[in-house]
Nanobody, 124 residues
């Protein structure tokens, strides 16, 4: 089992920034690539970013390139999602997830472990 706990969400004004954290524990976390997703009310879960097991390779979905950055601290078993220039449409619950699959994995069903999510609300 892998346990994932997200933190760092909150209420932010448009144009602001947030750094979300995902602390991982349990089975050898270094064996898993990590991803970030979000889900807004009434919408499907949306893939945002993925980072490799070593942290050396990162992939971002096209809609968030330029504003989002994914990183990983393997010593702390923590994955981060930096979000800049926040917009109201970024309002959603943000989830981190772990997958043992190799490659650019963007479908939620291919991630076997999920955190509980952290709410991000962008509003003035």
């Amino acid at each position: 089992q892998v346990q994932l706990v997200e933190s760092g969400g909150g209420l932010v004004q448009p144009g602001g920034s947030l750094r979300l954290s995902c602390a991982a524990s349990g089975r050898t976390v270094s064996n898993y690539a990590m991803g970030w997703f979000r889900q807004a009310p009434g919408k499907d879960r949306e893939f945002l970013a993925r980072i490799s097991r070593s942290g050396e390779n990162a992939f971002l979905a096209d809609p968030v390139k330029g504003r989002f950055t994914i990183s990983r601290d393997t010593a702390k078993n923590t994955v981060y999602l930096q979000i800049n220039t926040l917009k109201p449409e970024d309002t959603a619950v943000y989830y981190c997830a772990a997958t043992s699959m190799l490659g650019i994995i963007t479908r939620p069903e291919n991630y076997g472990y999920w955190g509980q999510g952290t709410q991000v609300t962008v509003s003035s």
